[in-house]
């Protein structure tokens, strides 16, 4: 058993909102890269399952992005993790999901249980007096809720911002800029990778975010949202079943919905990671498994397509027997076919029998859990594909909701191959995890 540290305590935030795009990652981003550029050290994390605001908070803080979320982690999960930032750390930021409410667990759950301060992030363009009414419902919705005050975002004027001074705990108006806004597409905002401007971006909004009170908060006033993490309960050696294993990990902009958790998981377990691009054409090196992670392959199809040398290392890998685990996007790829949205069909890699389409709306979306002999793996589904096989599912994951919608993601096995749309958070299960890349293994 591992000896925990001391407890500690440091300022931190919990930046939240009213409701989606109102603007909580621009915030948070630039929170944390304004005390970053000052030569803070600054850990930032996620509520929730989400893979893609956390490339920009990394790109903001330098340092690996890590999720909390009081179901798919776990509360001992997240304490521990935000108590070791705190160790090492002058101003933790977690950016919230969803509106501060919304969910099972929400972002206001974890503020209470954690005793994170929250920031009220609203989008003030189409309001005024509303302001100081929707802020006020936020604090004292739910008694208890720590609080350290609202933001108001995308403000029209010098005069307009001076119409929501009003509200309670106001620390200030962030004007509508294009300078800093951050592009969307389907399944959330684009990757912090591909924009050559991301870090002016995120420069541009902590420059505006430091003419507010909020941007002009010194080492002295931030004390006020000191929190105490208290040292985590010593926590089981994971044993090292992948030791003397290297697992080959799919990494470009078409395979990027990695959890550093989840790579810090496969080192615990023993495992020496290799990264690859089958963007680039690259073949699998050397390896005992394979992890295929999700990302956006529908938007390079027609690149994967033509990846032949990929292709035929996977297909080889396979047929000598050696473990495939294929995520969401990392699973696409392996059909007959590809459809996009644009009416274009793709022969992709025949690894597995179907066809994926794209669809225009968001097929599912929801935490899961995949239970397998050697344990539960935690997780969610996003996707806006559908897949057709005639492979029957080897197992379902299950879902956590009950009714319509609640059906579990199929699990697709093909000799050494298995594929889901599941989207695994490996820590919450390190002997689950280690059973997806060991040959011979039982579903």
Known sequence: METPPLSSTCPAVLVAAPASGQGKTTVAAALARLHARAGWR???FKCGPDFLDPHWLALATGQPVHNLDLWMTGEDDARARLHAAALESDLIVVEGVMGLFDGEPSAADLAQRLGLPVLAVIDASAMAGTFGALAFGMQHFRPGLPWAGVLANRV?????????????????????????????????????AELPDALARLDAAADALAQTPLGRMDGAALSRWVVPF????????????????TVAVARDTAFCFIYPANLDVLRSLGAQLAFFSPLAGEPLPACDAAWLPGGYPELHAATLATATTSRASLVAHVQAGR?????????????????????????????????????????????????????????????????????????????????????????????????????????????????????????
């Open 42 to 44: 600054v850990r930032a």
């Open 156 to 192: 029209a004027s010098a005069r307009h911002a001076q119409m929501l001074e009003g509200a309670e705990g106001f620390l200030g108006a962030v004007m509508r800029d294009a300078a800093f806004t951050l592009p969307e597409r389907h399944l959330g905002l684009t990757v912090a």
């Open 230 to 245: 208290e040292a985590p309960a010593p926590r089981a050696t994971v044993p090292p079943l992948l030791a003397g294993k």
């Open 323 to 443: 473990p495939v685990w294929a995520e969401c996007g990392g699973m696409m790829p392996l059909f007959d076919q590809l459809a996009t949205l644009d009416g274009e069909t793709h022969a992709m890699w025949g690894v597995l029998p179907g066809r994926v389409t794209m669809q225009p709306r968001l097929v599912a979306l929801g935490p899961q859990q995949l239970v397998l002999p050697q344990g539960v793996l935690r997780g969610h589904t996003f996707h806006y594909s559908r897949c057709e096989s005639p492979l029957e599912p080897a197992c379902r994951t299950e879902s956590t909701r009950g009714g319509a919608g609640g059906r579990g993601e199929a699990v697709y096995r093909c000799g050494s191959l298995r594929a889901s749309y599941f989207h695994a958070w490996f820590a919450s299960s390190p002997e689950a995890t280690a059973s997806l890349f060991l040959a011979g293994e039982a579903a």
